[in-house]
Nanobody
């Protein structure tokens, strides 16, 4: 099994910044796809930013130019630097992991980001 440990999140004013981190451990299957999704109240879970198994980063249009995804610890930690935060970025942010040759994926428990004045 793969375990994901998320950190970061919290309350920030509009225009502020936050950093999320997620570390994977356990039976890892590298290379992997690893990144972040989010779910706002009453809405479906959506992609925020993710690395493909080839290391290519993809961003949702709504966060391009404001958020940046990066990797540490080889392929097993992924960070999300969130700048110029907007009220509409308020959501629970979930870390995602899938090994390239694994049939299953793993989700973190989620961390709440609230953007409010």
């Amino acid at each position: 099994q793969v375990q994901l440990a998320e950190s970061g999140g919290g309350l920030v004013q509009p225009g502020g910044s936050l950093r999320l981190s997620c570390s994977a451990s356990g039976r890892l299957r590298n290379p992997n796809s690893m990144g972040w999704y989010r779910q706002a109240p009453g809405k479906q879970r959506e992609l925020v930013a993710i690395f493909s198994v080839h290391g290519i980063a993809t961003y949702a249009d709504s966060v391009k130019g404001r958020f940046a995804i990066s990797r540490d610890n080889g392929m097993n930690t992924v960070n999300l630097e969130m700048n110029s935060l907007k009220v509409e970025d308020t959501a629970v942010y979930y870390c995602y992991y899938k090994g390239a040759f694994s049939a299953s994926n793993t989700w973190g428990t989620g961390t709440l980001v609230t953007v409010s004045s």
